[in-house]
């Protein structure tokens, strides 16, 4: 029988069904039976097994077989899996034997924990019961056996190091300059560290116990990484020096930020890449009030993904001209008057193009600035901060308006909606809260800025009866547009000058509630708060957030920054939660998620 230890989730995916039957074949062919289980004639039950780890031989009993009626001789089996993962097997006597490895590796990895506690195993098996006279019987049975996970070491006094390619210590394994890495109270600890490479950076974590400044054998004693060497897992489990595989080195992939975090409860490390903060310095600004105030800031869509937008007016006269700077470029011009630490254009001060690559001034021959020539209203810019590209587009709109009405105090809550694409479209989220005035209806207006109504007041031209649509006029003396109070979805078009309501419930879909995938739970908007609300009891699974009881306006992404279609979110541990979703418009919409 195959002997599998790997505590990686890759690892799992490549099991391989290796079966151990006997040459029983006329079971496994497809038959007709009266009953659905024919072997149940035979009173055939299985015991479960209970395994606690580590074990001396790597091969035990998942479960037993047995059957009231004499007639049954032996088994076989046709199929065998373990909580849906398929696994190897043999056959001896009445008993199922497996790899204790293996199912351990099955158990950790659904709890996503190396924890010393007991996993209760859904174990689905096709099998034949061979009768005296040569024929075999099909079964099917569902037994729950359990196992006990081995322990792992106690969390150190003296807490925990890195050592890597991080810029931190040198840019390689530096024992005199180790990463600490903060104690967060709860078993968890962390550290932000700076990767130096485009292609692989190799990184060990190391107990703080074991430090020495110039013993490597010292410090190899307290080492811990993963199982397979080079894994690129953003994700994964500790080996430790008394597991039975060897201690191989993780990658991080790529050069950048990042948070890795490592948890001595479950024993499992991750590492995620951290946001940079990108400014436009310059543009319709002052170039050194711009930077010392960090006026006009780049958004990220997705924490993973280094790229970043913004769009920004452009200068009232003239040309436009800007560069741009992360917190360490505006910090040393706030603070040493250096300009040195700017991005710039690689294709020459003012002749970057729709498109290049960008160096800190330090690396180019002059300064690099970016001109946008007169004429634009506004400009777009996307960076690649891996790629180190840039792109640069004009547009007749800007990224955000605003709505003003009864439920923000005509404008002193912001409450912002988002074009993704400078051509007018503009899409956001809000409760419209009635007023006696307006008779009982909720009442508002769209603007251009956040805090005043001189760069556009887009009011009511006409209105449908129920005003969920109508076109609109930029003029002061426009009229409120007026609808049921609710929570609506606007869709504002400044191109063809209309608008449209559409009204909004949502809903927690997906396997962490009861109803999965097919059925929500419904969730109650608080005006106080300003977010949908829901107390509900979640399994350790996946799930979004929903329009409608429908999938045509879905969210999902990270809790920090909720997207339409984004990927699903995820409960890491089962239990009673206080979910809050924040839906305002994209980029600006998040959610917080308590445990109760």
Same mark, same amino acid.
């Given at each position: 029988?195959?002997?599998?230890?790997?505590?990686?989730?890759?690892?799992?995916?490549?099991?391989?069904?290796?079966?151990?039957?006997?040459?029983?074949?006329?079971?496994?062919?497809?038959?007709?039976?009266?009953?659905?289980?024919?072997?149940?004639?035979?009173?055939?039950?299985? &015991?479960?097994?209970?395994?606690?780890?580590?074990?001396?031989?790597?091969?035990?009993?998942?479960?037993?077989?047995?059957?009231?009626?004499?007639?049954?001789?032996?088994?076989?089996?046709?199929?065998?899996?373990?909580?849906?993962?398929?696994?190897?097997?043999?056959?001896?006597?009445?008993?199922?034997?497996?790899?204790?490895?293996?199912?351990?590796?099955?158990?950790?990895?659904?709890?996503?924990?190396?924890?010393?506690?007991?996993?209760?195993?859904?174990?689905?098996?096709?099998?034949?019961?061979?009768?005296?006279?040569?024929?075999?019987?099909?079964?099917?049975?569902?037994?729950?056996?359990?196992?006990?996970?081995?322990?792992?070491?106690?969390?150190?006094?003296?807490?925990?190091?890195?050592?890597?390619?991080?810029?931190?210590?040198?840019?390689?394994?530096?024992?005199?300059?180790?990463?600490?890495?903060?104690?967060?109270?709860?078993?968890?600890?962390?550290?932000?560290?700076?990767?130096?490479?485009?292609?692989?950076?190799?990184?060990?974590?190391?107990?703080?116990?074991?430090?020495?400044?110039?013993?490597?054998?010292?410090?190899?004693?307290?080492?811990?990484?993963?199982?397979?060497?080079?894994?690129?897992?953003?994700?994964?489990?500790?080996?430790?020096?008394?597991?039975?595989?060897?201690?191989?080195?993780?990658?991080?992939?790529?050069?950048?930020?990042?948070?890795?975090?490592?948890?001595?409860?479950?024993?499992?490390?991750?590492?995620?890449?951290?946001?940079?903060?990108?400014?436009?310095?310059?543009?319709?600004?002052?170039?050194?009030?711009?930077?010392?105030?960090?006026?006009?800031?780049?958004?990220?869509?997705?924490?993973?993904?280094?790229?970043?937008?913004?769009?920004?007016?452009?200068?009232?006269?003239?040309?436009?001209?800007?560069?741009?700077?992360?917190?360490?470029?505006?910090?040393?011009?706030?603070?040493?008057?250096?300009? &040195?630490?700017?991005?710039?254009? &690689?294709?020459?001060?003012?002749?970057?193009?729709?498109?290049?690559?960008?160096?800190?001034?330090?690396?180019?021959?002059?300064?690099?600035?970016?001109?946008?020539?007169?004429?634009?209203?506004?400009?777009?810019?996307?960076?690649?901060?891996?790629?180190?590209?840039?792109?640069?587009?004009?547009?007749?709109?800007?990224?955000?308006?605003?709505?003003?009405?009864?439920?923000?105090?005509?404008?002193?809550?912001?409450?912002?909606?988002?074009?993704?694409?400078?051509?007018?479209?503009?899409?956001?989220?809000?409760?419209?809260?009635?007023?006696?005035?307006?008779?009982?209806?909720?009442a508002f207006k769209f603007r251009g800025a956040a805090d005043n109504w001189d760069n556009g007041n887009y009011g009511a031209a006409t209105m449908s009866d129920d005003g969920l649509t109508g076109t609109?006029?930029?003029?002061?003396?426009?009229?409120?547009?007026?609808?049921?109070?609710?929570?609506?979805?606007?869709?504002?078009?400044?191109?063809?000058?209309?608008?449209?309501?559409?009204?909004?419930?949502?809903?927690?879909?997906?396997?962490?509630?009861?109803?999965?995938?097919?059925?929500?739970?419904?969730?109650?908007?608080?005006?106080?708060?300003?977010?949908?609300?829901?107390?509900?009891?979640?399994?350790?699974?996946?799930?979004?957030?929903?329009?409608?009881?429908?999938?045509?306006?879905?969210?999902?992404?990270?809790?920090?920054?909720?997207?339409?279609?984004?990927?699903?979110?995820?409960?890491?541990?089962?239990?009673?939660?206080?979910?809050?979703?924040?839906?305002?418009?994209?980029?600006?919409?998040?959610?917080?998620?308590?445990?109760?």
């Amino acid at each position: 029988m195959k002997k599998i230890f790997q505590y990686s989730f890759a690892a799992l995916a490549g099991l391989v069904l290796a079966s151990c039957n006997g040459d029983y074949e006329d079971w496994l062919k497809p038959q007709g039976y009266d009953q659905e289980n024919p072997a149940a004639a035979y009173g055939v039950t299985a &015991t479960p097994g209970s395994i606690t780890m580590p074990v001396s031989d790597d091969d035990v009993t998942l479960f037993s077989f047995s059957a009231t009626s004499e007639e049954v001789t032996g088994y076989a089996l046709r199929n065998l899996t373990v909580s849906g993962f398929d696994v190897d097997y043999n056959v001896v006597g009445n008993n199922v034997v497996v790899s204790a490895n293996e199912v351990e590796t099955i158990a950790m990895s659904i709890a996503e924990s190396r924890a010393k506690k007991t996993h209760t195993l859904d174990v689905d098996v096709d099998f034949g019961a061979i009768l005296n006279n040569g024929d075999a019987v099909a079964g099917k049975l569902t037994v729950n056996p359990t196992i006990t996970t081995s322990p792992t070491p106690a969390i150190d006094e003296k807490g925990y190091f890195l050592l890597g390619n991080f810029a931190e210590n040198g840019n390689g394994w530096d024992l005199s300059n180790p990463v600490w890495m903060t104690d967060n109270g709860d078993g968890t600890y962390s550290a932000i560290v700076n990767t130096t490479g485009e292609g692989d950076n190799w990184f060990k974590f190391y107990e703080g116990s074991h430090y020495s400044a110039d013993s490597w054998d010292e410090v190899n004693a307290g080492q811990m990484g993963c199982a397979e060497n080079g894994c690129p897992d953003k994700f994964g489990f500790i080996i430790w020096s008394g597991d039975k595989t060897g201690v191989e080195t993780p990658v991080i992939q790529g050069k950048g930020q990042f948070k890795v975090t490592i948890d001595m409860v479950n024993f499992t490390y991750k590492v995620v890449r951290q946001a940079v903060n990108y400014y436009i310095v310059g543009g319709p600004n002052d170039w050194g009030e711009s930077a010392r105030e960090k006026m006009l800031k780049f958004n990220q869509a997705d924490i993973e993904v280094p790229v970043y937008t913004i769009v920004f007016p452009a200068a009232a006269e003239g040309d436009t001209w800007f560069a741009i700077g992360d917190d360490k470029a505006c910090d040393a011009i706030a603070n040493d008057n250096d300009w &040195t630490q700017l991005f710039g254009t &690689t294709s020459g001060n003012g002749e970057q193009g729709e498109s290049g690559t960008l160096s800190r001034r330090t690396g180019l021959n002059d300064d690099g600035s970016f001109k946008v020539p007169a004429g634009a209203k506004f400009i777009k810019i996307t960076l690649d901060m891996d790629a180190m590209t840039y792109q640069v587009k004009t547009l007749d709109f800007g990224e955000y308006i605003y709505e003003a009405g009864v439920n923000n105090s005509w404008g002193e809550i912001e409450q912002p909606l988002y074009c993704s694409d400078g051509q007018g479209t503009y899409k956001g989220f809000f409760y419209a809260e009635g007023a006696d005035w307006a008779d009982g209806k909720g009442a508002f207006k769209f603007r251009g800025a956040a805090d005043n109504w001189d760069n556009g007041n887009y009011g009511a031209a006409t209105m449908s009866d129920d005003g969920l649509t109508g076109t609109l006029i930029d003029d002061g003396g426009s009229g409120n547009i007026l609808v049921k109070p609710g929570f609506y979805m606007a869709t504002v078009d400044l191109a063809a000058m209309s608008y449209q309501m559409t009204p909004i419930a949502v809903g927690i879909i997906g396997p962490a509630q009861a109803g999965g995938w097919d059925t929500d739970t419904d969730m109650t908007y608080n005006p106080e708060t300003r977010a949908w609300e829901a107390t509900i009891e979640l399994a350790a699974d996946e799930f979004k957030f929903r329009a409608n009881d429908g999938w045509d306006i879905n969210w999902g992404g990270s809790a920090d920054n909720l997207i339409q279609d984004g990927g699903n979110l995820k409960i890491d541990e089962a239990g009673t939660y206080f979910i809050q979703f924040f839906l305002i418009c994209e980029t600006k919409s998040y959610c917080r998620i308590t445990k109760k």
